[in-house]
């Protein structure tokens, strides 16, 4: 049986490469990811197969910004796929317009904090204010939160100061930025092992090139799914 804590970024070019990775999974994977680099290789038509037809949990990741009433009416469209989850920015005027568009579905809305691939001088190149990276995750969680999101992402590194505040009780916490033992990192800054990120209090973990670059990318699955507690 599969585990869906694990979510498998299906980081590939294209919607026929997506769905060939999810044959190659099989019953070791229940939930993806699909991201902006598949949005016009099919990306959506491979999200609507995924739940249709295969019975999978779909996450799009597609960081939504912008004025509230466009926020809105992007994510009443494409919560017509049914999906699990849905990120946009964190800004609390994109969170509580993107809780409107969901309005009456199933699509949770998870705010994006601070990209795990960041870190303080990337901050520092883009004006963004001074602080620890961790504080300021966490400040911006917690007013996500409180907009109305239902859930957060982060890295693991912050997932345990935000379990920890009030807003997060019955909220998700997402992490990317999850390197299973012996992973290389990639582009990722702000990382951790599958297992601590689960005990640090995140919900959901996602995993893509270590899992879907592995010869066998069922056992490198199953493997992280060992991992965890």
């Known amino acids: 049986m599969s585990d869906d804590r694990l979510i498998v970024a299906l980081d590939v070019p294209h919607a026929v490469a997506g769905l060939e990775l999810t044959q190659k999974l099989g019953d070791a994977v229940s939930f993806y990811k699909i991201g902006l680099g598949m949005l016009t290789g099919g990306g959506l038509a491979l999200a609507n197969e995924l739940i ?41 005027h994109v969170v509580r317009a993107a809780m409107e568009g969901a309005a009456g579905s199933r699509t949770k809305i998870l705010a994006v904090t601070i990209l795990t691939s960041l870190d303080r001088n990337d901050l520092d190149a883009a004006m963004i204010q001074s602080g620890d990276i961790p504080d300021l995750v966490r400040t911006r969680a917690g007013r996500a939160l409180e907009a109305g999101a239902d859930g957060v992402i982060a ?55 270590p899992i879907w670059q592995a010869e066998d990318p069922a056992a490198a699955a199953r493997a992280v799914l060992a991992e965890l507690p």
């Open 155 to 209: 890295s693991p590194q912050e997932a345990a100061l935000i379990r920890a505040l009030p807003e997060a009780n019955g909220k998700l916490i997402v992490t990317p930025g999850v390197r299973p033992s012996g992973a290389a990192l990639g582009d990722q800054k702000r990382v951790a092992a599958p297992g601590q990120a689960i005990l640090d209090g995140a919900d959901h973990i996602v995993v893509g090139r």
């Open 52 to 92: 249709q037809e295969h019975g999978k949990r779909i996450f799009l990741d597609m960081k939504l910004f912008d004025i509230s009433a466009t926020v809105e009416a992007a994510v009443r469209g494409l919560a017509q796929f049914d999906l699990d989850f849905l990120t946009v920015h964190g800004d609390p």
